[in-house]
T-cell receptor
Framework: NAGVMQNPRHLVRRRGQEARLRCSPMKGHSHVYWYRQLPEEGLKFMVYLQKENIIDESGMPKERFSAEFPKEGPSILRIQQVVRGDSAAYFC???????????????FGPGTRLTVL | AQSVTQPDIHITVSEGASLELRCNYSYGATPYLFWYVQSPGQGLQLLLKYFSGDTLVQGIKGFEAEFKRSQSSFNLRKPSVHWSDAAEYFCAVGRGNNNDMRFGAGTRLTVKP
């Protein structure tokens, strides 16, 4: 069973370009989470999605950032008009469908390291 | 608001010495607690987790952690550190209501020969 896959692993963009980060959850997982790790910091929650639904985007910057998880295909984190401050590692995690109030463990991908020149 | 605090930004220990990394959380409901390790340029590897039951949790690579509700702590320990343990360690709390996670800022471990 393949784990969470993210691509590309490394992405270089110039200021003003768009960045698209992809995340394929583990087989059978229907929940996806995106986290951002700035240099020398811990991971910060960005957004939580289910198929075709954004559940919680409280950690997403208000502008330029968007995320989707379509019915078919990977989840996409899109950053428009990137700036140097967007340089970070972006991690995706997935979990299975929740049953009841208990917590469902998240499984993390290897991350995409975005560098903005 | 929920939060996770790792008071030590950087710790240096000698190889073979014991290790304790501190983690305190602030969360009103039942916490789901995790420790992850991250080597430079790498992803996260789960060391151990606490959901319920025995408050002393055993993990991989010889690590263990103890959940102390009265102190809101979940400290990570290892009796004898190896040079390969040098990495960044993150404590995290999972929120049952939304299933997301909150991470501490991390503790960087350096191991002296």
């Amino acid at each position: 069973n393949a784990g969470v896959m993210q691509n590309p692993r490394h992405l270089v963009r110039r200021r003003g370009q768009e960045a698209r980060l992809r995340c394929s959850p583990m087989k059978g997982h229907s929940h996806v989470y995106w986290y951002r790790q700035l240099p020398e910091e811990g991971l910060k929650f960005m957004v939580y999605l289910q198929k075709e639904n954004i559940i919680d985007e409280s950690g997403m910057p208000k502008e330029r950032f968007s995320a989707e998880f379509p019915k078919e295909g990977p989840s996409i984190l899109r950053i428009q008009q990137v700036v140097r401050g967007d340089s970070a590692a972006y991690f995706c995690a997935s979990s299975p469908l929740r049953e009841g109030p208990s917590y469902n463990e998240q499984f993390f991908g290897p991350g995409t390291r975005l560098t903005v020149l | 608001a929920q939060s996770v605090t790792q008071p030590d930004i950087h710790i240096t220990v000698s190889e073979g010495a014991s290790l304790e990394l501190r983690c305190n959380y602030s969360y009103g409901a039942t916490p789901y607690l995790f420790w992850y390790v991250q080597s430079p340029g790498q992803g996260l590897q789960l060391l151990l987790k606490y959901f319920s039951g025995d408050t002393l949790v055993q993990g991989i690579k010889g690590f263990e952690a103890e959940f102390k509700r009265s102190q809101s702590s979940f400290n990570l320990r290892k009796p004898s550190v190896h040079w390969s343990d040098a990495a960044e360690y993150f404590c995290a709390v999972g929120r049952g209501n939304n299933n997301d996670m909150r991470f501490g800022a991390g503790t960087r471990l350096t191991v002296k020969p």
